[in-house]
């Protein structure tokens, strides 16, 4: 198979975009190859009830 | 293969954070990544320590294979050689996310965020 791609005039008035998050891409121009991950995670014993949050410290890190 | 000229009269973005860029000009590579853990609570106070990314399985699991390179044989004929944009309006970019105005090979972009919730009381 030959893929032939014939790009003619491209003019675009105004662009409005809320936001653009987690892995996404907002390109205006050419490209060859995006390949975009997004993991997102929220299960349900991800609500704690209670004052505590057993967060899992990170040893050895000194925040310098 | 050749990219086009971008013109673009005005751009107008908020904020940008996490990993995530504004870039105008052409590129060859970008590998965008960000690993997030976002803890909501209902009293704002701040957590001292740091969080170890290693205790959640959502950082520690394995990319799935990526498909084969596509070998089409390919031709692109721009006929014009410009992409005309007046204006572009956007509340911000996050989490390893680009907004570029521009031409770009490669881009590979990664990103992992764990939500914990965190309520005083049983609601």
């Known amino acids: 198979m030959n893929y032939t791609v014939h790009n003619y005039g491209l003019d675009i008035g105004n662009i409005d975009v809320s936001s653009v998050a987690s892995s996404s891409v907002f390109l205006i121009g050419d490209s060859e190859t995006i390949r975009l991950y997004s993991y997102y995670d929220t299960p349900p014993e991800s609500l704690i009830i209670g004052p505590f949050v057993p967060i899992e410290q990170e040893e050895g890190f000194t925040d310098e | 293969m050749n990219k086009r000229t971008v013109v673009t009269e005005s751009v107008h973005v908020n904020s940008f954070t996490i990993s995530s860029g504004f870039l105008i000009g052409d590129l ?61 309006t956007s509340f911000g970019a996050s989490t390893a996310s680009t907004i570029q105005i521009g031409g770009i090979s490669y881009i590979d972009a990664h990103s992992r965020v764990k939500h914990i919730r965190v309520l005083s009381d049983e609601q």
């Open chain 2, 28 to 88: 060859e590579r970008l590998t965008p990544t960000s690993r997030v853990i976002a803890i909501q609570r209902e009293n704002p106070e701040v957590i001292e320590e740091n969080a170890d990314f290693n205790s959640y399985p959502i950082f520690q699991r394995e990319l799935p294979p990526l498909l084969p390179p596509l070998s089409l044989p390919s031709v692109f004929h721009h006929h014009r050689n410009e992409i005309c944009v007046d204006s572009v």
